[in-house]
């Protein structure tokens, strides 16, 4: 992933020329730092994020009763997904304190 961000950096930074060994920009936390941010805003930009917000609000605020109908099945839908995650965790915690029961301290 870092690889693809310096070759995206260095498409819309004509000036930066970077040698064959990657590491050289990440010497600095606020290089990568910068990276992220330039390639979040073209992101945005090119996948026109605003203006899709704008029309989803504009959307909303036209049709409320689907929107709610939606929403409410869409967390209607999340409820085994959060009663799975629930049992998964439950089941690490259960298999660890069984492991120092059996083990001891």
Known sequence: MLVFLLQFLRIM??????PNN?????DRVEDVVRLVQRFYAWLSKALKIKERQVAAKQFMADHPIPCLFIGVAMMMCSVPIFCFFIFAVTTAVILFLGFLLVEGW
């Open 13 to 18: 930074d004509n000036n930066l020329d970077p």
């Open 22 to 26: 990657v590491d050289f920009a990440f």
